[in-house]
């Protein structure tokens, strides 16, 4: 089945750090350009940020110098490492690979204490 999987959300406090996962089937991820989106509630769906097939980042400037992604090829896994997190980075965060077009369900992340 292709499909991603995303998992890693939770309850945080303000400052804390979370890992998310993007797990991908039946595609290999290293082919695709993987995006991260999140939406926040009553909010449209914003960019956060890719890993090209490359291993090139890109960072929205909201979470530049917070956020990481990183790729794990072997396990066909993209990982989001959010440090110093604040109360407005709550949402549910999304994994997309392109130029497939496929997204995972979501997974979300609440900041706060």
């Known amino acids: 089945q292709v499909q991603l999987v995303e998992s890693g959300g939770g309850l945080v406090q303000p400052g804390g750090s979370l890992r998310l996962s993007c797990v991908a089937s039946g595609i290999d991820i290293s082919l695709q350009t993987t995006q991260w989106y999140r939406q926040a509630p009553g909010k449209q769906r914003d960019w956060v940020g890719f890993i090209s097939p490359s291993g090139n980042t890109f960072y929205a400037d909201s979470v530049k110098g917070r956020f990481i992604i990183s790729r794990d090829n072997a396990n066909n896994i993209v990982y989001l490492q959010m440090n110093n997190l604040e109360p407005v980075d709550t949402a549910v965060y999304y994994c997309?690979?392109?130029?497939?077009?496929?997204w995972g369900r979501g997974t979300q992340v609440t900041v706060s204490t």
């Open positions: 997309k690979a392109s130029p497939t077009d496929l």
